[in-house]
């Protein structure tokens, strides 16, 4: 049975007709429908505004906090293209690069091997022969790490982000130390062979003018590459007349967003001045003890990004969904994954590009040694639930090699040609709503195949 909304004024009037002296009768209507009935609307019009506010908080659009990347070369860089933006400044700024930067563009075997690589030999500006090391670039998953405190602090459901082609690039620094080490059998505990965490001394030295032979991966090197997001961060200063909060010297400052694109998503990047947001339809609101304030800092996530500028050709990732199911359980409703459909049709939501398709699911005491471990939210901590008591949740997939050639990633570089980047953010993501199991993945041939 439908329940149905309760009339107030409806049933003064019905109560009112029951009175059957006039003077008393007209006494009553003038008190009760002048007096008694505004009261009663103005509440009930509060408490569907503040429904409406709550309701706003917890419905926020998965789709317009999408996270794309690629990677271009740099002479390649268009600053005129509004959709994508550098990951790292530095890498449109000369003066801020630390090192030499490396792409590499193999695959996920010949990428572990690359990673294993003690050191290679050089030769400097000078013509002196040299040793150099390779370490994983800290600035791109630094940037991730930000991105997930940005989501934090907004009270935005985490979706990983592929890093698929952050992974790939590696920061070239001087390694006399290691090469030694290597030399007179030494070769463990090297500086810079730690993924990711790695540091050295050299972080000054770009090794301008030095030439290095990377064996039998110079033809997996890119020299001048470097990574492109849709994200674009921005200041905006206090409007000029704000609105004081009723419960102390507290002023409420509004990020008006009819002012953008209203398609994109944006979030309101924290400091010391503010003491709490929350967003209300085309606006987020943040309450500060500063009356006015002139370089606060705000994200935009663009829209799906375009490919138009010259040399913009390489795959994009991204982890966009179908449907926003994860968000629906984790926000509306608080729930987890229960039965193997429900897990399959989550699967299915994410951005694969058609190149894996989850085929099985299994419970293991130990994981295998073939298996892909969940290591895209490399900042996430384990202190309440450790890994390693854990039982291990295995997803088997299937590689479908012909799908790398249809579709948008048509004509684009397949760095990723076994699909290993895309099955590492597959579990990533997987593991954020498994608690209780460690997930890791096996990736098999393409069964059609056969």
Known sequence: MQEQKFDMEDYIKQRLAEISDTDERSFAREIMLKGFLPA???M??????????VRQEIEIPGSRYTVYTTVIRLRDYDASNSTWFPVCRGDVEPDRRACRRI?????????????????????????????????????????????YGLFVYNRVPW??????????????????DAAEAVLSGESRGLPGKDFPDSDSGDETDNLDGWEIDFGEWNDRI?????????????TFRSMKFMVPCIDGKYYEHELNLREYDPDCGYMVKGNEDILSIRREQGRILMVSLKESFQEWQACRFG????????????????????EHFADHLAVRYGQGIHS?????RLVEELDTEGRIRLSGCRIREKEQPDSCPADMNWFFREDLFPMETRKVLELTFERHTQAAGTGETA???????????MLRYIISQIQLLFDEYRCVGILHPDMSAR
């Not at 990004?305 to 994009?316: V, W």
């Open 411 to 421: 004509g684009r570089e397949p760095w990723d040609p076994d699909g290993e980047d």
């Open 159 to 176: 979706h990983t982000v592929n890093t698929g082609d952050l992974d790939r690039f590696y920061d070239v620094y001087p390694a006399e």
């Open 44 to 53: 009930e019009e509060r408490y569907r505004s503040l429904e409406e506010r």
């Open 340 to 344: 193997r459909t429900e897990l399959f």
């Open 222 to 234: 890119g020299q001048d590459y470097m990574a492109v997001w849709n994200l674009e961060y921005f």
């Open 40 to 42: 009663v609307q103005v």
């Open 103 to 147: 792409y590499f563009r193999g695959s996920a075997g010949e990428k572990r091997r690359f990673e294993q690589q003690e050191f290679f030999t050089a030769v400097d500006a000078m013509g002196q022969p040299r040793h150099v090391g390779i370490r994983r670039t800290e600035d791109y998953r630094r940037a991730v790490e930000e991105l």
């Open 303 to 322: 829209k799906r990004p375009d490919t138009d500028s010259y040399g913009y050709s390489h795959r994009i990732l991204s982890n966009e969904r179908k």
